[in-house]
């Protein structure tokens, strides 16, 4: 049976490349890589990536069903965009992210979301940093509410950065091929359960 597998997020969907300011290769995004994976497996699966660098939740929330209409399964990892901004508040966000996982509900769609990653204290401050336990904390509790799988990217990512994220000039916000396919498999085992 084949299955379509929506990846729908933020530059960390798309692999984007925070020194050059553009998207790098799609064949090293976690997308791509867990559908390698899946095939190995011989799942038959489409995983199509939708990851918009630059986006915030409320982006998630006004293209959800446009981008997740026919899929089998969704995998929403928005946050980034708007943590570091010191004017969007996590209660705004959790909003946001509520919006979503109803609006999958509604589709009768299997949804699983990503935490935001750790990410360098030069990308917005430290007490912008001090913000992503405490968002990633409720937006786990709002997922458990929901009964809709989270994956935590901050606690895993938070070490060894220089093996995890793509930037060296600039702060490490993004994360390179390695963390790219980790991400792929932390969100495998999920992933074959929904499609289940």
Known sequence: MDHTIVAFGD??????????GC???LELAWPAQMADILCALGVKAEVRNEGYPGEPAAFARAEFERVARGA???VVG???DDIRR?????SFYLSEMEDVIRQAEELDLALIVLGIPWFDGDFGGALVQTRLPKWNGALQELCERYHVPFVDLYTP????????YCEKRTPRRHLSAAGQRRVAEMVLPLALQALK
Do not use: H, Q, S
């Open 78 to 80: 928005f946050g980034l």
């Open 157 to 164: 990512f938070g070490t060894n950065v220089e093996r995890w």
């Open 11 to 20: 530059g960390n969907t798309r692999f984007y490349l925070g020194d050059e």
């Open 86 to 90: 010191l004017e969007r508040t996590m």
């Open 23 to 25: 998207c790098g290769p």
């Open 72 to 74: 089998d399964l969704c």
